[in-house]
């Protein structure tokens, strides 16, 4: 197998205006990095890269918590509505932000995913209010791999 | 750190624009109303520190290959937003 080698030989993703997204107060413990672009890369789906725009080495892993928990209720603050100016649910694009631990165990964060106004392209990484109901490390149903 | 005796209702401004209030003291329980712009995240420390420490493991510092999901069909969230 040649994964090491394909993945340097990757095209690197040229980041287009259409899909920068700006984070005014930055990720929790990432409060200094405030711009951001999202990219799906092809065969990657469903997740996508939420990467740091001045800097490709960076980045994290984000998929939509919807499609691995389709009951999943984000009970967002009011002020946090507000700030990103959201008039109703569709301007809302959830991301959940994925750690991938190993070959066999990925989870996401279903406690704070981010919030992103699909037309301002502003986003907010949201402390959902019920954030007890839900799991920092919700598990990753991961295919087998073929041996 | 600045240490402050308040008693309930009173209230300490920082910055002049985040306004803190002791709402009620019950026993070893303090109720806090907090005033701040939105553009001020307010968190509970020990809620902030999980999803703090969940982001920097979460951060990959290299484009590792990613693995597949079981069973989910194969969407990627939208990554081409309408422009702004």
């Known amino acids: 197998m040649k994964c090491a080698e394909t993945i340097e030989l990757e095209t690197p993703v040229i980041p287009t205006a259409t899909n920068a997204v700006r984070i005014p107060t930055g990720l929790l413990g990432f409060e200094q990095i405030k711009e951001y672009v999202l990219i799906a890369k092809p065969g990657e789906e469903p997740f996508a890269w939420l990467q740091v725009q001045d800097n490709s080495a960076l980045a994290f892993v984000v998929i939509d ?5 389709p009951e999943y209720q984000p009970d967002i603050p009011t002020t946090d ?3 990103l100016g959201l008039k109703n649910s569709d301007d809302a694009l959830l991301l959940g932000i994925v750690t991938v631990h190993s070959a066999t165990k990925a989870t996401v964060n279903l406690k704070g995913p981010i919030v992103v106004n699909r037309h301002t392209h502003i986003a907010k990484q949201i402390i959902i209010m019920n ?5 920092i490390e919700h598990p990753l149903p991961l295919a087998e791999t073929v041996a | 750190m600045l240490i402050l005796s308040r008693k309930s209702g009173e209230s300490i401004i920082i910055d002049g624009h985040i306004h803190v209030k002791i709402v009620r003291v019950e026993g070893d329980v303090v109720k806090l109303g907090i005033e701040a712009p939105s553009s001020v995240p307010v968190h509970r420390k020990e809620v902030y520190e999980v999803i703090q420490r969940s ?4 951060l990959m510092k290299q484009p590792l290959p990613l693995p597949k999901l079981a069973g989910a069909p194969k969407v990627a969230p939208k990554t081409n937003l309408p422009k702004p």
């Open chain 1, 65 to 69: 918590p919807f499609m691995v928990l």
């Open chain 1, 81 to 83: 509505v507000e700030f």
């Open chain 1, 131 to 135: 954030a007890a109901d839900y799991s």
């Open chain 2, 55 to 58: 982001n920097q493991q979460a």
